[in-house]
């Protein structure tokens, strides 16, 4: 099978589709990805590219057809939407050519935000006859509004005409969550073909355990340690976090938060942290991928938090995954989709988004729990990560719907042809 992969983020980023286009090579699919030039999250273009112009390279074998794309830059709102805009234009403009003389039996866009990339990846679907599967991160417009991007309610409508348009043209959408299904049928009138495929995976550990994160690593360990890692942004709720932190020191707990990431609210959060005197808060920055399985096994147990917005409880977040393969407690201050896997899982505590005094609790209970308790919190967290997320199992998932797409396509063009 030659497949098409259309996506904004790829390597060198760090971003899940890497892992997945590999096992996908390995598997014996043809894959070549059409990408933009690396720039997340710094927001500047890597050393040794350049954000004009088309490039070809490779990723362990994998072809990588790169197009021009404008540097999303740093809490700019106008360079952010440039960026989205330029990956857009630079698809439908580029895309035709860059792919000249090349065939494909079916194209398979990954679609974190900005949706809207989806449009180029249609038009080269119908250039190239071959079916689409869209696999969606977030929901739009949902998304846009409940992050604060975009209030103006003509402009949630109009995206939300391109999102109806999307959805209708796509052969099939993948959805990270099956809370997602209903809001997708209602915009395409129940025609839409929806599937479930988690939006991360667990990936075997590796042999050669990464270096130099151990001083970290030990300083976790050395407590009761609460590890939130990511984007620490505006959707993760981070002032419920520190609330409860300062709750937690007022009442003189043992325990510490590490906060582990970067994202558009780390000035903000450092100076807060200044501001109200919190000791039992660190900010250790950002790290590599590789890094996360240590820090993690280091951890008393991992947080994931987003904000109380009800599009929120659509949302598994991808971190989730990675927090259950590591075998440590989550404490999981979110609604809905979330909540629902660590309860399912046997591997923590939930409390309700947005409710400092609910997560301080959650804290507590944890902290008071015997080692006992809390390791088989953790080894239930494992199992359900291997039985629900490993990698080959998805991947093997992902190549059969491809082939069952494919084989339907070619029906339908037969029948057309009698």
């Not at 990408?35 to 074998?61: A, C, I, L, Q």
């Not at 030990?218 to 407590?223: L, W």
């Not at 994931?304 to 929120?312: A, G, M």
């Not at 393969?325 to 404490?331: E, F, M, N, T, W």
């Amino acid at each position: 099978m030659r497949l098409l992969i259309f996506t904004q983020y790829f390597w060198p980023e760090t971003f899940g589709i890497n892992a997945l286009v590999k096992s996908l090579s390995e598997r014996g699919v043809e894959v070549t990805v059409m990408t933009g030039k690396p720039n997340y999250p710094e927001g500047k273009v890597f050393e040794g590219y350049s954000w004009w112009g088309t490039s070809r390279e490779f990723y362990d074998g994998i072809e990588v057809l790169r197009i021009p794309l404008f540097p999303r830059g740093k809490r700019s709102s106008l360079r952010l939407l440039l960026n989205y805009l330029s990956f857009l234009v630079a698809g439908i403009i580029f895309g035709p050519w860059v792919l000249r003389r090349q065939t494909f039996d079916a194209v398979f866009v990954y679609a974190p935000s900005p949706l809207l990339q989806a449009l180029p990846a249609i038009l080269l679907a119908r250039l190239k006859r071959a079916p689409i599967a869209l696999w969606v991160q977030d929901l739009w417009p949902e998304s846009l509004s409940a992050t604060g991007f975009v209030r103006n309610r003509r402009a949630l409508a109009l995206v939300a005409l391109v999102v109806r348009f999307i959805y209708r043209h796509t052969d099939r959408v993948l959805v990270p969550s099956e809370a997602f299904r209903a809001p997708i049928q209602a915009m395409t009138s129940g025609s839409a073909d929806i599937r479930y495929y988690p939006n991360a995976w667990v990936e075997e550990p590796s042999a050669d355990p990464p270096v130099g994160f151990e001083a970290l690593a030990k300083e976790i360990a050395s407590g009761f340690s609460v590890v939130f890692a990511g984007n620490l942004g505006a959707a993760q709720s981070l002032d419920t976090i520190l609330d409860a932190a300062e709750q937690l020191q007022n009442e003189e707990a043992d325990v510490r938060f590490f906060l582990i990431g970067s994202g558009s609210l780390s000035a903000w959060l450092s100076e807060e942290i200044r501001r109200r005197g919190l000791r039992n808060v660190q900010v250790p920055g950002r790290f590599p991928q590789s890094a996360m399985p240590v820090l993690y096994a280091a951890a008393s147990a991992l947080l994931v938090s987003l904000r109380d917005e009800p599009i929120f409880a659509y949302t598994i977040p991808s971190k989730l995954q990675g927090y259950l393969a590591a075998g440590r407690p989550v404490i999981a201050a979110l609604n809905g989709e979330g909540a629902r896997v660590v309860a399912e899982a046997g591997a923590g505590v939930s409390c309700s988004a947005g409710s400092a005094s609910a997560l301080a609790t959650a804290v507590r209970s944890l902290g008071e729990m015997d080692s006992a308790a809390l390791d088989k919190m953790g080894d239930n967290a494992r199992r359900y990560a291997i039985a629900h997320f490993s990698l080959d199992r998805l991947t093997d998932d992902l190549v059969e719907q491809l082939q069952e797409l494919v084989a339907t396509h070619k029906y339908k063009i037969q029948e057309k042809s009698r």
